[in-house]
């Protein structure tokens, strides 16, 4: 049996499943690995947090605009990123059992002598797997119809950087941030939505001046710790992890992950990158057009900027705050029993459902006036009505989705105008009137702050 109150991954994909999160896609036809579908919480969920990141990588800077660009992108792009030579897993294949397994994911003792972890059986020899999607535009297969979905979002920026510059009048330093589909043909997928075939991307790739990238790496690497802090995240859940030189990434000049532990370990939530003057560089060589910068404040002094990049999977940032939120609390004993309530305790900013509305009872009137103020609240806030069962019952059924604020309103509300605010976290409950609900709850939202 698994610790109580301890997240699982068994725990959070029965979770998401039973209340809407994440469903596996295709699943009445056995499913489709690697691919999954995100129900009505889940979407909410994923909306909320690329609207938080959105915020903070664009409108809260002046110098960081938005691109979306386009999945399809020409072959040529791939080439001059190194994506069709470099990016490839080494794979093995089980001969007597064929299960496939990346060769760099399994020991060295089994990996040289050739035995497959799973039965024993004899594994292939090594090869290289490319990642990348292909597929054909056009009616006709092969040749010069072969075309990618796009492994990352970056290279849809980088290509757009002259624009960028020319049609906003951009200065060194300035950003470029994107949110996006990519796709990976991985070996293996697992541990639910952490690894699949088809993701979302966060990313940002700031031009600075050659000479100023390392200040602006360490910059980023404050500003995007401080982003998990301000966002609710358990700061002992994460680390830093620099790459050495056997794992640096052909592009790569330094580069650091924040991990976080996950229920299967500590696992990569975020990079941020040195990407030096590389990328531009290619493009500049396989384009043959001038992408160098006209300083006009250094003289009209010309050069390649360089790049520094943070880059986080929206999906895989989804599953980290799930499991980052899950709690199970022990509320009470019933005689021989103990009872727990399982909480996610989401910040309110990326909270699903902000707020339900809830009458004590369907009769005397009080559904109909709990209607007329979630209609009151629908504007500001993401808001749930629920009047199915008892009223602990409901809040329980709101605890488990991570909804911060529960209202309720009951027959003091018919006499004076009030109602009562029940907080997730603490289960407290006051009242307030029903004129300053919104306020109370803008105000709540801005002191918020996770009781442990």
């Given at each position: ?122 594994l292939t020899d ?80 700031y031009f600075v ?210 109602v009562t605010i ?31």
């Open positions: 049996m698994a610790e109580q109150g301890k997240a699982t991954m068994e725990k959070i994909t029965s979770l998401a499943k039973r209340r809407g999160f994440v469903f596996q896609s295709s699943e009445i036809y056995g499913g489709q690995n690697g691919a999954w579908d995100y129900g009505p919480l889940g979407v909410e969920l994923k909306n909320r947090i690329a609207q938080n990141w959105w915020k903070e990588m664009t409108q809260l800077h002046d110098e960081i605009v938005g691109i979306d660009a386009a999945i399809l992108m020409h072959p040529r792009v791939w080439e001059a990123s190194g994506h069709v030579e470099n990016f490839t897993d080494p794979l093995v294949d089980c001969k007597k059992c064929k299960a496939r397994f990346r060769a760099d994911q399994i020991t060295l003792e089994n990996l040289s002598e050739k035995k497959c972890p799973e039965c024993g059986g004899e090594t090869r290289k797997f490319n990642l990348m999607f292909k597929t054909n535009i056009g009616p006709i297969e092969g040749g010069d119809n072969v075309i990618y979905l796009r492994p990352e979002t970056a290279q849809g920026i980088y290509v757009n950087y002259k624009n960028i510059i020319q049609s906003n009048r951009m200065k060194i330093p300035f950003g470029i941030a994107q949110i996006g589909k990519a796709f990976r043909n991985e070996i293996v997928t697992k541990n639910f939505i952490f690894r699949t075939c088809e993701f979302e991307q966060m990313e940002m790739q001046k050659p000479g100023a990238d390392v200040e602006w790496f360490h910059e980023w690497k404050k500003r995007r710790w401080a982003y998990y802090e301000r966002l609710g995240v358990k700061m002992e859940n994460l680390r830093w992890h620099q790459h050495g030189p056997d794992e640096l990434a052909h592009y790569a000049k330094d580069a650091y992950d924040i991990e976080y532990l996950f229920p299967m370990g500590w696992k990569e939530l975020e990079g941020i990158h040195n990407r030096g003057s590389y990328d531009l560089t290619q493009h500049t060589q396989f384009s043959s057009k001038d992408l160098q910068y006209i300083d006009q404040d250094d003289g009209n002094k010309r050069y390649i900027p360089f790049i520094i990049e943070t880059s986080a999977g929206l999906t895989r940032t989804l599953l980290m705050l799930l499991c980052d939120a899950y709690d199970e609390e022990k509320v009470s004993d019933k005689g021989d029993a103990e009872d727990y309530r399982t909480v996610l305790r989401f910040h309110p900013n990326i909270a699903p459902i902000t707020a339900a509305v809830l009458p004590l009872q369907k009769k005397d009137g009080l559904a109909e006036l709990a209607r007329d103020i979630r209609a009151e609240l629908m504007d500001d806030f993401a808001t749930d009505y629920d009047q199915g069962g008892a009223i602990g019952r409901r809040y329980r059924r709101q605890d488990e989705v991570g909804t911060p604020f529960c209202i309720t309103v009951d027959y003091e509300t018919k006499e004076n105008g009030s029940r907080f997730r976290d603490s289960m407290e409950q006051i009242r307030v009137p029903r004129a300053d609900l919104a306020e109370c709850i803008r105000r709540e939202i801005k002191a918020y702050k996770l009781i442990v």
